[in-house]
């Protein structure tokens, strides 16, 4: 089991996204149902936004922006692990620990799609979070 | 009408959380003495009322009346113990209290992973949702009656 402490934290979290990768490699496959849905990668990234967000969390992002180059940016204004630990700026610390698995998720779907990506959160004020997509080009 | 204070206890007698809107008369001991007084107070409450009981017990101990407050109550299965002290003008609230453990209670501190249980509650989610939902209250009112 990893141990406590920061060495530890890392290597818990990177258990998390693991765990949440492989999941999302699953949902990946089974979740889309048309062939010709995904055309172009935004229509992946709206995906994820929608019908992925949908079958985890009953709900949809609330915005996804690019900068047109491989980088989105997808907003929960009320992400569903947040909701009920806060509304504000306590446990602002302990936050990423319960994003990291969702992280994995995304990057799983994303993987089963053919898409090689890295991605993090980041939560400014609860229960509001932002996920970065990174695209990883070869 | 108006709501005075609130506390809520675990099964074991702490006091996960306490509030008050409309008090103007303070116990005269440490917080810590009056929680204990108040949870023994129940305890010995409840064990009268289930014992001299001239007829079966449906619900056990509900409230008491002074001649200028009365004090409800309510209890869970778990031991979850709420406990609101109203003016005499309020009829029975047990929708309230168990709607202040399933809502606010069990949404905001049991199923929040950072809460460890059995402490005093320091989610400051549920103490704001909780001063919310007294305050909207219908028997509540900004000035004490």
Redesign the interface.
Known sequence: MPQPGPPGQKTSLLVLEGMGFRVGQALGERLPREMLAFREELDVLKFLCKDLWGAVFQKQMDSLRTNHQGTYVLQDSSFPLLVRMGSGLQYLEEAPKFLAFTCGLLRGTLSTLGIKSLVTASVAALPACKFQVVIQRS | MTVHNLYLFDRNGVCLHYSEWHRKKQAGISQEEEFKLMYGMLFSIRSFVSKMSPLDMKDGFVAFQTSRYKLHYYETPTGIKVVMNTDLGVGPIRDVLHHIYSALYV??VV????CPLGQTV????FR?RLDSYIRSLPFFSARAG
């Open positions: 949404e905001l199923k929040n992973p950072l320091q989610s400051e989610l704001s």
